[in-house]
């Protein structure tokens, strides 16, 4: 610039230069709007997993997700590193959060929801169903075992009504023929029980193939 103004013989003398704006030069805009084009869409990118994150998560967990992952990379951490005890410590944390579907964060307790909560409440009426049903069955024996100790006789005889009455009640065929009777038979199987059975079984197919 100085060089410029001598040869002109203007008289001036540059002391300093404060450059307001800057541009790039023209030959590289391409790839300057390129990069500018990559960090918008780098960001964008970011901003989006992190959202899918929080939402996959939210729907697995509740909003104690960030508590409750924690506690697992904790676990994932110590079983790595081979931390006996830190390990088992974590292993409690998480049966007692799983056990009251609660976790400590920060100055509250934060509620775990989603399908680990489903999960778990669905295991609580499984187990509840399993021991009132064990229950029944338990209770069911000892009875049938005191009546059986009394007159066994009787309770053999109304075992095998029962066991008669099933099989009679369900869809299926029977022959009754006296002891003493010289049988011999020749014959097909019903048609009307078979188109029975064959639209149960198709009626079955397509409740376990609908969505």
Do not use: C
Not at 4 to 22: F, H, M, N, P, R
Not at 51 to 58: C, F, H, P, V
Not at 61 to 83: F, K, M, R, V, W
């Amino acid at each position: 610039m100085q060089q410029t103004l001598d040869e002109l013989e203007s008289g001036i003398t540059v002391e300093t230069v404060s450059a307001t704006k800057t541009v790039f030069p023209m030959s590289v805009h391409e790839a300057f709007q390129a990069v500018i084009k990559a960090e918008n869409e780098k960001a964008r990118e970011i901003e989006e997993a992190q959202k899918q994150r929080s939402t996959t998560l939210g729907e697995a967990a509740g909003e104690a997700y960030e508590p409750l992952l924690a506690l697992i990379e904790s676990y994932e951490q110590a079983t790595l590193a081979g931390d006996e005890d830190r390990q088992a410590a974590v292993s409690a944390a998480l049966d007692e959060a799983f056990g009251t579907l609660e976790l400590p964060w920060q100055d509250r307790r934060m509620a775990i929801g989603g399908r680990v909560a489903e999960l778990i409440d669905g295991a609580r009426v499984y187990r509840t169903q399993v021991v009132r049903n064990t229950q029944a069955e338990a209770d069911y024996f000892l009875q049938l075992k005191k009546q059986y100790d009394e007159n066994p006789r009787i309770v053999l005889q109304r075992l095998w009504q029962d066991a008669v009455q099933q099989a009679m009640a369900k869809d299926v065929e029977i022959l009754l023929v006296p002891a003493d009777w010289q049988l011999y038979t020749e014959f097909n199987r019903d048609p009307e029980v078979w188109r029975r059975r064959e639209q149960e079984r198709l009626e079955m197919q397509k409740t376990k193939l609908a969505p």
